[in-house]
């Protein structure tokens, strides 16, 4: 798992690459996303469209991160989910609980 951020004003964009699975993949992402919240950072984008496959681990840290950023007054929102991981927040109806974008502008600018 490659974890890159971007600020965009009041925004960080955080792109992920790899699949967000046990492990360390979902060590490495829990571990980057407590620092940003701790560093203030509580406005998230995390962009999805490199993670091809999310397992029941990698969908905890997403509600683990959004939790700590609601938490912290801001928010987490997702962009580019892809197909198979949209079925699968679908699924797990955690598609009502993110605001999901597949256009960058769109995200950033719904803050």
Not at 9 to 38: R, Y
Request: overall charge neutral.
């Amino acid at each position: 798992m490659r974890v890159q951020t971007e600020v965009v004003g009041p925004v960080t964009l955080v792109h992920l690459t790899g699949d967000l699975v046990i492990g360390d993949p979902e060590a490495t992402f829990k571990q980057e996303m407590s620092a940003l919240v701790k560093s203030g950072k509580i406005n998230l984008v995390i962009d999805l469209a490199s993670v091809h496959y999310l397992d029941s681990t990698g969908l905890g840290s997403l509600v683990r991160t959004y939790t700590s950023t609601k938490r912290a007054g801001g928010t987490t929102k997702l962009l580019n989910v892809g197909e198979r991981n949209r079925k699968i927040l679908e699924i797990t109806r955690l598609s009502t609980v993110f605001e999901i974008f597949e256009d960058r502008a769109a995200a950033l600018s719904s803050f």
